[in-house]
């Protein structure tokens, strides 16, 4: 499947940005849909993961409370709606799929199967 993330940008501190993540070349609706950010000299770090279907969602520790995933299997497309931004979400934000639920939400990059290129999400104090 290939993952198109758009929606990153520059935003002032306490702003809200849509990111978006269009897929192609397979049954999206088979795949768990998910977001992870990284930000220069750190890790890639898990944001935010959907079911299949969009019934569960989970969120990392660090975006509880303003950050929604959703999903639309018929545009083939996932969604992170960020709220409340600080200088601490800036990161580059990429979206994953995988068919696993448990791989996605393990909080680990590692082993997923598909990978977005990426879009910088930049927030300014």
């Known amino acids: 499947v290939q993952l198109q993330a758009s929606g990153g940008g520059l935003v002032q501190a306490g702003g809200s940005l849509r990111l978006s993540c269009a897929a192609s070349g397979r049954t999206f609706s088979s795949y768990v849909m998910g977001w992870f950010r990284q930000a220069p000299g750190k890790e890639r770090e898990f944001v935010a993961a959907?079911?299949?279907?969009?019934?569960?969602?989970y969120y990392g520790d660090s975006v509880k409370d303003r950050f929604t995933i959703s999903r639309d299997n018929a545009k083939n497309t996932v969604y992170l709606q960020m709220n409340s931004l600080n200088s601490e979400d800036t990161a580059v934000y990429y979206c994953a799929a995988d068919p696993n639920l448990a791989t996605m939400t393990r909080g680990s990059p590692r082993g997923i199967d598909y990978w977005g290129k990426g879009t910088q999400v930049t927030v300014s104090s």
């Open positions: 959907i079911s299949w279907t969009g019934t569960s969602t």
